[in-house]
């Protein structure tokens, strides 16, 4: 997954930077006030986490929402290098994906039935 956001600097350095660099924008903005806004429940959930369970059961808990969290930031910016060479390095806007991809909403992982 590590080449999606790779490729996605490369291609936002070697083509029109204003207008590539505003699309990427659009994707991760929302994602990033998304994950931003959910912060208090995952520390809550973490705090019940590791009180009724301990620190190993904390560890999977946020080794469980990062994991999520990167697999949507990562199918994202796999549709966003399509995006990026039909639009920019292909000049095909016309055969691009009619839109930006987005980042599904983070979700708190439950680990407290386990």
Same mark, same amino acid.
């Given at each position: 997954?590590?080449?999606? $956001? +790779? @490729? ?8 029109r930077y204003q207008d590539?660099? +505003?699309?990427? %924008? ?8 998304? $994950? $931003?806004?959910?912060?208090? %429940?995952?520390? +809550?959930?973490?705090? !019940? ?9 904390? !560890? ?11 697999? %949507? ?5 796999? !549709? ?5 060479? $039909? +639009?920019?390095? @292909? ?21 407290? !039935?386990?």
């Amino acid at each position: 997954m590590p080449w999606n $956001f +790779r @490729l996605v600097s490369s291609l936002v350095n070697h083509v029109r930077y204003q207008d590539a660099v +505003r699309d990427i %924008q659009r994707v991760y903005r929302p994602a990033e006030t998304a $994950f $931003f806004r959910i912060q208090p %429940q995952v520390d +809550r959930a973490a705090v !019940e986490v590791v009180r009724k369970k301990g620190a190993d059961a904390l !560890e999977r808990f946020l080794n469980a929402y990062a994991e999520h969290c990167l697999r %949507q930031v990562g199918y994202a910016y796999r !549709e966003l290098v399509d995006y990026l060479m $039909f +639009r920019y390095v @292909l000049n095909h806007s016309e055969v691009a994906p009619p839109k930006l991809p987005t980042i599904s909403a983070p979700v708190v992982p439950t680990m407290l !039935e386990n």
